[in-house]
């Protein structure tokens, strides 16, 4: 089946450390997208790419980075600049045409500060 | 950017129609109006979209207003399983981001 695979679903990261978190198409999509989701809040953009090997900040980077080094992979780091990395992380994907088109979710990866 | 505005709640029936409102009063001619609902712990799930004709899918339907500042998301038998988080998105031209505000929590009781 197609689809979008996030992993792990919790992660629990330790003061001063990076932790990376995982996002996989096989939708054959051209546009990844990472989404934070804060407790009752709606979805805020950390960073899309539209193309491999090409990526853009979104309404709060700071303290992330990704790469897009193969069309079906999307990762996010959490750096130790993040401050307050404790949220719900979306990873979501299209086909990036700039027409109507919808975004597919995958199923989250909790963080957790310990 | 077009904002939305979404009541923060709403129940419903189990069995009955689910008419969550939208307004998007500064919309601009080539802006599309996107729904999706987020069930707790899941990733948001695609409903429907237009521009400004009524649409309608296996999901439900949408009714945009003539003006096209509002719309109307239809549920038209809610099931309980229907309890989720609504997102009324209005899609900016030229850009392939989707700006999502805190949405209707619906709530569907037996």
């Known amino acids: 089946d197609g689809g979008i695979t996030q992993s792990p679903k919790y992660l629990f990261r330790k003061e001063g450390q990076n932790v990376t978190l995982s996002c996989e198409q096989n939708?054959?999509?051209?546009?990844m997208y990472w989404y934070r989701q804060d407790p009752g809040q709606g979805l805020r953009l950390i960073y899309y790419?539209?193309?491999?090997?090409?990526?853009q900040k979104g309404d709060i980077a700071e303290g992330y980075s990704v790469s897009r080094e193969k069309k079906e992979s999307f990762p996010l780091t959490v750096t130790s600049a993040q401050k307050n990395p404790t949220a719900f992380y979306l990873c979501?994907?299209?086909?990036?045409?700039?027409?109507?088109?919808?975004?597919?979710f995958g199923s989250g990866t909790q963080l957790s500060v310990l | 950017d077009a904002k939305t505005t979404q009541p923060p709640s709403m129940d419903c029936a189990e069995g009955r129609a689910a008419n969550l409102p939208c307004n998007h009063s500064?919309?601009?001619?080539?802006?599309?109006v996107y729904w999706y609902r987020q069930i707790h712990s899941q990733g948001p799930q695609y409903i429907i979209h237009?521009?400004?004709n009524n649409e309608t899918n296996e999901m439900a339907s949408l009714i945009i207003t003539e003006d096209r500042k509002s719309s109307t998301l239809i549920l038209p038998h809610a099931t309980l399983r229907d309890t989720a988080v609504y997102y009324c998105?209005?899609?900016?031209?030229?850009?392939?981001?989707?700006?999502f505000g805190t949405g209707t929590r619906l709530q569907v009781f037996p």
């Open positions: 998105i209005v899609r900016p031209p030229n850009t392939d981001k989707l700006i």
């Open positions: 500064t919309i601009s001619g080539n802006e599309y």
């Open positions: 237009g521009l400004k």
């Open positions: 790419s539209q193309i491999v090997n090409d990526f």
């Open positions: 979501a994907s299209s086909m990036g045409l700039r027409i109507a088109e919808k975004l597919f």
């Open positions: 939708l054959n999509h051209d546009a």
